[in-house]
């Protein structure tokens, strides 16, 4: 199986109103709004004050987002799905990648649970592919059921 390449930053901005601006070394650029996953996360919340937010830098060499003196860091991988979901062209896309985001699945763990091949998980999370309405109604039967059973 081909490897694939995991997301890495080139450069990273915080903006107001807590945004980030993504430069990936893929040439991706996007515009991360983080309000709601700050309030979402109670270990983002420091994030919630703008002097704190503002403090953003890039780490580990581009393979993360941190704020070094909160002692706080979110994974490129994990920015980009939340880009990619923010900025999806259509409602199946988002349903697709926050039901990856929600379950921390990698590309082999969202093939198996949904049936499909990683490479086909890999081009739907990228947005190289438009994710089908029958993938993203796979993604909320999925959920139902993992709920009942626990």
């Known amino acids: 199986m081909a490897s694939m390449k995991r997301p890495r930053l080139k450069a990273v901005q915080p903006r107001s109103s807590a945004r980030l601006e993504l430069t990936f070394t893929s040439g991706q650029h996007y515009t991360l709004d983080m309000s709601d996953a700050l309030k979402a996360y109670p270990g983002l919340a420091p994030l919630s004050k703008p002097k704190a937010f503002a403090g953003a830098v890039l ?14 860091q979110i994974g490129a991988d994990t920015l980009l799905l939340d880009a990619l ?39 739907y999370s990228s947005g190289r592919e438009v994710v089908p309405r029958t993938l993203a109604l796979a993604c909320l039967g999925w959920e139902s059921l993992e709920h009942k059973a626990a």
């Open 59 to 72: 780490g580990d060499g581009g393979w993360s987002v941190e704020w070094p003196e909160l002692d706080i």
């Open 85 to 123: 979901a923010q900025n999806a062209p259509d409602e199946n896309t988002r349903v697709f990648i926050r039901w990856r985001l929600r379950h921390r699945m990698t590309l082999d763990q969202a093939a198996e649970a949904l049936g499909v091949s990683p490479r086909s998980i890999s081009r």
